[in-house]
T-cell receptor, first 114, second 117 residues
Framework: AQSVTQLDSQVPVFEEAPVELRCNYS??????LFWYVQYPNQGLQLLLK??????LVKGINGFEAEFNKSQTSFHLRKPSVHISDTAEYFC????????????FGTGTRLTVIP | EPEVTQTPSHQVTQMGQEVILRCVPI?????FYWYRQILGQKVEFLVS????????KSEIFDDQFSVERPDGSNFTLKIRSTKLEDSAMYFC???????????????FGDGTRLSIL
C-alpha cells in the first residue's frame, strides 16, 4: 500500500522569498513521485516528476524537487516565488508497475503575499 | 496541446437520483481514470479503465458506481443512486499507451463539481 503525507496544510510566504513544501511517502514497492499544482477552479497540472536518475528534478515555473530515498521524502522548492504561484500543491506517488493509479497527499495551500 | 475535457463543469442533483459525468480523453490515449476530491480533502483514486474493462478500483468504487466507454471517444462515470456524501469534484484523466520502462503521465481534465441536495 502507498501513502503520502504533506505535513503543512497551509504555507504563507512573501513574494520573492524562497519556499519549501514538504512531502513524505511510504510504500511497500518502488514508486514514481510527482508534484501537481491546482489553480482555483482548474484541474491538476503536472509540475514535475521523479522516475529515475538524478535525485534533483526540475519542473515548470521554476520549481524543483529532491528525492531522498533514505528519508522517503520528495520536497518541493522554489528559490523565489511569485504571486501567480498561489495555488494548491499535491504530492503524489504511483507504483512502478501496474495500472499507475496515483495516490495523493492532502495538499498544501501556498499563499504568496505581496 | 490536446486536453481532457469534462462536462458539465457543475452538476446539481437530488439525492437518490442517477448522475452521469462525462469525459472526453485525449484521442490517442488508452488508459482512463476517475478520481474524486471531496471539498477540503485529498484527491482519491476511484477507478482505472483499459481495453474496455476496469483495471483497478478503490474501496470507494462500490456497486453504486460504474464506468463505460460507450462510443470510443467518451468515458463516463455513472452514480446510480446519489448520496449526500457523493458531493465532490470528480476528475477524469487519461494516459497514452504504455512503453516498457517509460512512464506515461496522466493528463487531467478540469473536473466536474457534483453537488447532491
Amino acid at each position: 500500500a502507498q501513502s503520502v503525507t504533506q505535513l503543512d496544510s497551509q504555507v504563507p510566504v512573501f513574494e520573492e522569498a524562497p519556499v519549501e513544501l514538504r512531502c513524505n511517502y511510504s510504500s511497500s514497492v518502488s514508486v514514481y513521485l510527482f508534484w501537481y499544482v491546482q489553480y482555483p477552479n482548474q484541474g491538476l497540472q503536472l509540475l514535475l516528476k521523479y522516475l529515475s536518475g538524478s535525485t534533483l528534478v526540475k519542473g515548470i515555473n521554476g520549481f524543483e524537487a529532491e528525492f531522498n530515498k533514505s528519508q522517503t521524502s520528495f520536497h518541493l522548492r522554489k528559490p523565489s516565488v511569485h504571486i501567480s504561484d498561489t495555488a494548491e500543491y499535491f504530492c503524489a506517488v504511483t507504483p512502478r508497475t501496474g495500472a499507475n493509479n496515483l495516490f495523493f497527499g492532502t495538499g498544501t495551500r501556498l499563499t504568496v503575499i505581496p | 496541446e490536446p486536453e481532457v475535457t469534462q462536462t458539465p463543469s457543475h452538476q446539481v442533483t437530488q439525492m437518490g437520483q442517477e448522475v452521469i459525468l462525462r469525459c472526453v480523453p485525449i484521442s490517442n490515449h488508452l488508459y482512463f481514470y476517475w478520481y474524486r476530491q471531496i471539498l477540503g480533502q485529498k484527491v482519491e483514486f476511484l477507478v482505472s479503465f483499459y481495453n474496455n474493462e476496469i483495471s483497478e478500483k478503490s474501496e470507494i468504487f462500490d456497486d453504486q458506481f460504474s464506468v463505460e466507454r460507450p462510443d470510443g471517444s467518451n468515458f463516463t462515470l455513472k452514480i446510480r443512486s446519489t448520496k449526500l456524501e457523493d458531493s465532490a469534484m470528480y476528475f477524469c484523466a487519461s494516459s497514452p499507451r504504455k512503453v516498457t520502462g517509460i512512464y506515461q503521465p496522466q493528463h487531467f481534465g478540469d473536473g466536474t463539481r457534483l453537488s447532491i441536495l
